[in-house]
């Protein structure tokens, strides 16, 4: 990386020698005359560090260094002082100058105190960049999995988050859209207002209506007093409408006009209150086809459907199982008060071998019906639930975290001629290698005489 550096002097012959020396020194140097061409400069951005005369007609380097640490605390700023300033340069040291060299300068002394100063840039830079990692995994906490799957995810709610668009997430029952709206809320510049969370699925049409929008009094029979649906509720944070596909056509067409209008009137009202709501959206279903049956407006899905955040059923990302399992087996021995450490080596290959259709929600009830029936520090496969016991984990290569390639390989190898009962044809077969690779391979981890 090349720094670049900000020289501010209006004596040319100073100006224009340091700049020559520091490039000599490989870094990227730009030179203003005053103070006043400094800050411009400054403000164009790219600068990692200043140096400036004290002493200068119109801005002097003291107000320009006060005004670009009230822009940018931290800033190293490094004085040139001159015969009678020096406690001038120790008032600026106090206002947070990083350094101050005397006139004339020492060269070698300026390389030092510049390479001290941009180190500790790169350092603070470093340490917030650490800091705001760290900061998007709290956010993530919920949303346990390092797969490639998980990780497009992460990557996608990163960039989706910040903005004002509106996101549907679809994906099987049980997969965690609400982990990923909860995440996408937190990660917004609304994560200091509400989050509103509606299941439409579980209201009728009526009962939906007034949910969202709110109804006066008398509106209809049961309405005795005025109430806020959660549109007002939500009001400048995010509002998440969960099996969004559930919808009546009625709503979808109010729920358009509110979108498009950002505006909306109370059941039985009159009134039109605006409202600066961002929709977050989850469906179970394929709303493409549920539009081509014409039980889904095609306009609202294309308002809703900004961007798409697709979470994949547990069978597609089984890399994640451990972690998870993991996760789900500490909450629930505490919970239960038990001392369980681990999941034995059969009871996992059942885990992976098993497909989920109910997804994670699956696995946490599986995990915690284990938790309770198992009597000893470790789950074994008949502390799991029935339907797990009968899986066959026939066919299933257990390789620990942490093997390398090379034992994997080797283990991959030995199961699978242990498989084939010895048959070596038959197993590089399988392997999809030749018969000669497969005894190369062999010979080389001493099984040759299998």
């Known amino acids: 990386m090349t720094f670049r550096i900000l020289v501010i002097d209006d004596e040319k012959n100073i100006r224009e020698g340091l700049a020559e020396y520091l490039r000599s020194e490989e870094y990227d140097v730009i030179c203003a005359e005053n103070g006043d061409e400094g800050w411009n400069l400054f403000n164009k951005g790219d600068v990692d560090l200043i140096i400036t005369d004290l002493k200068m007609p119109g801005l002097s380097g003291e107000e320009l260094m006060k005004r670009i640490l009230e822009h940018s605390p931290g800033f190293p700023v490094i004085i040139l002082t001159g015969h009678g300033t020096i406690d001038i340069a120790v008032t600026a040291m106090r206002m947070g100058a990083w350094d101050f060299l005397s006139k004339p300068v020492d060269l070698d002394h300026l390389a030092l105190k510049v390479k001290r100063a941009l180190e500790a840039r790169e350092m603070y830079y470093q340490h917030r960049r650490m800091e705001e990692d760290l900061e998007r995994k709290k956010q993530f ?216 259709p109910g997804n994670i929600r699956e696995l946490r009830n599986c995990i915690e019906s284990a938790v309770v029936m198992c009597q000893s520090n470790t789950i074994t496969v008949d502390d799991l639930p029935p339907v797990f016991r009968a899986v066959s984990d026939e066919g299933i290569i257990n390789i620990k975290h942490g093997t390398t390639m090379a034992e994997c390989e080797q283990i991959i190898i030995r199961e699978t001629l242990s498989h084939c009962n010895g048959n070596k044809s038959k197993a590089a077969d399988m392997l999809q290698i030749g018969r000669k690779t497969l005894l190369r391979k062999l010979e080389e981890i001493d099984l040759s005489d299998t």
Not at 183 to 195: C, N, Y
Not at 228 to 252: H, M, P, V, W, Y
Not at 266 to 290: P, Q, W, Y
Not at 322 to 334: D, G, I, N, T, V
Request: include cysteine.
């Open 141 to 356: 906490k919920s949303i346990i999995g390092n797969s490639r799957n998980v990780r497009e995810i992460f990557n996608t709610i990163n960039k989706a988050a910040p903005t004002k668009a509106s996101i549907i997430i679809t994906g099987e029952s049980g997969v965690g859209k609400e982990l990923v709206a909860d995440a996408v809320h937190e990660l917004s510049t609304r994560k200091d207002k509400p989050l509103v969370k509606v299941h439409c699925a579980a209201l009728s049409a009526n009962l939906l209506e007034s949910e969202l929008f709110g109804h006066e009094k008398g509106a209809f029979t049961g309405a005795v007093s005025q109430r806020k649906g959660r549109f007002e509720l939500a009001s400048g944070g995010t509002l998440f409408l969960d099996e969004i596909g559930e919808i009546d056509q009625n709503i979808q067409i109010k729920l358009l006009r509110v979108l498009q209008e950002k505006k909306f009137e109370r059941v039985g009202g009159e009134k039109t209150i605006e409202v600066d709501v961002r929709i977050i959206a989850a469906t179970n279903k394929d709303l493409k086809a549920e539009i081509e049956k014409g039980t889904f407006r095609e306009d609202l899905y294309f308002r809703l459907n900004v961007v798409n955040i697709n979470v994949p059923p547990l069978r597609e990302r089984k890399d994640d199982i451990p972690l998870l399992a993991a996760s789900f087996l500490k909450e629930f021995a505490r919970e239960n008060g038990k001392s369980i450490e681990s999941i034995n080596e059969k009871a996992r290959s059942r885990l992976y071998a098993y497909d989920w």
